[in-house]
């Protein structure tokens, strides 16, 4: 599991880095709300554990940036203050779950791995497609590339989706726009070659190996780069 760590109190950061490490959980740190924040949004995290009162912003107002850019990543929030106010003010803002610290080391992972076990829908792993270093998160509808967050509209979504589904094949714009668009006229064809366009940028243009490619004459497919 990727936990992405925000906390400012340097001895604190120690305790939980220790801890989540002996679990071999693979950690990144972030010592201010701002940096908490490009980072969550930039790559791919399994969970993020912050504390509330981080210096640049606040952990709710963390949470509530994550929220609002659609970003659904279990949030564990870490306060000093336990409160009942306190901690509906932190579930309100979009925590998944509130711990008043210090806590037990054995209180928190179980937490953590509480959160991410409703995560992943019990013990089965999430409805998560790849092709080479691309990957679709079906149920949080998130898309990455090289752990590098994509980020797409409800369309481009549904046309990757599509793409990587039948990854290896060639699919026609008729079938593009039968699945996608619920709409097989020919007179619509050009909207495929735009969001094939929109998603090429997205996909492949900061990358030397392509993965969206074109059938002359039939269609498109996506296959690995390699």
Not at 4 to 16: F, M, N, T, W
Not at 173 to 178: C, D, G, V
């Amino acid at each position: 599991m990727k936990i992405l760590l925000i906390q400012s109190d340097a001895d604190y950061l120690d305790v939980l880095h220790r801890t989540l490490s002996e679990r071999q959980y693979t950690l990144e740190l972030a010592s201010d709300g701002y940096s908490g924040l490009a980072m969550g949004l930039h790559a791919r995290f399994d969970m993020i554990v912050l504390d509330t009162h981080l210096p640049r912003m606040n952990g709710l107002d963390v949470i509530r940036r994550l929220r609002q850019e659609n970003d659904s990543t279990p949030v564990l929030l870490l306060s000093r203050f336990g409160e009942s106010a306190d901690k509906a003010r932190g579930l309100y803002a979009g925590a998944d779950d509130y711990l008043v610290r210090p806590c037990d080391s054995d209180e928190l992972l179980a937490r953590i791995y509480a959160l991410h076990r409703r995560r992943t829908g019990g013990f089965n792993a999430p409805s998560i497609l790849t092709v080479d270093n691309l990957e679709l998160n079906i149920a949080e509808k998130v898309a990455y590339r090289a752990n590098q967050r994509i980020r797409l509209t409800a369309r481009e979504f549904q046309l990757l989706e599509f793409l990587i589904k039948n990854a290896g094949r060639v699919v026609t714009k008729a079938q593009i726009l039968e699945k996608v668009w619920d709409n097989p006229t020919v007179s619509s064809t050009n909207k495929v070659e735009v969001y094939i366009n929109f998603l090429r940028k997205k996909i492949d243009r900061d990358f030397d190996h392509k993965l969206i490619h074109t059938a002359m004459g039939v269609g498109y497919l996506l296959r690995s780069g390699s």
